[in-house]
């Protein structure tokens, strides 16, 4: 079974800050799966850009990059919900559509762990790991 995995905006910026390839890591522990973000994803990084310093924008338009080099599926919020924040999205289709939900915002693990959604998160600085 191909598992969704969702990547949150902190996620994609993890090859730039410590060096990890997200990308052969999930490949690693995650088989059978296909990555997905949340389309306003795009707009947080793009909200990075013009707020906030040299460094993080540069991270964030590399993330960008990310997205279009491995093409990621962008999950679209519906015109109902766009009052919600991208965290608040992650939550609600996590529930719904039995999503692996790969962050390191702790707020938003804490949540999800709750609600016993599966997560991947960076351990050590260094590798991934399912949890």
């Known amino acids: 079974m191909t598992l969704k995995v969702v990547l949150d905006t902190n ?12 990308f052969d890591e999930l490949d690693r522990i995650l088989p ?3 990555l997905f973000i949340i389309d306003r994803t795009i707009d947080e990084l793009n909200n990075i850009i013009v707020k906030q310093k040299s460094k993080h924008r540069e991270e964030a338009k590399m993330a960008l990059s990310l997205i279009e080099r ?9 015109e ?6 991208v965290d608040n999205l992650i939550i ?16 938003l693990k804490r949540i999800l762990k709750e609600n016993n959604v599966p997560l991947v998160i ?7 790991m399912l949890v």
Not at 71 to 76: A, D, F, Q, S
């Open 11 to 22: 996620f994609l910026l993890i090859p730039f800050q410590f060096g990890v390839d997200i």
């Open 32 to 34: 059978d799966h296909k």
């Open 70 to 78: 491995y093409n990621l599926e962008r999950i679209p919020t519906p």
């Open 122 to 128: 960076l351990r050590k600085k260094k590798f991934l």
């Open 80 to 85: 109902t919900e766009r009052f919600l924040n």
């Open 92 to 107: 609600k289709r996590a529930s719904e559509d039995k999503l692996v939900i790969a962050t390191q915002d702790a707020g």
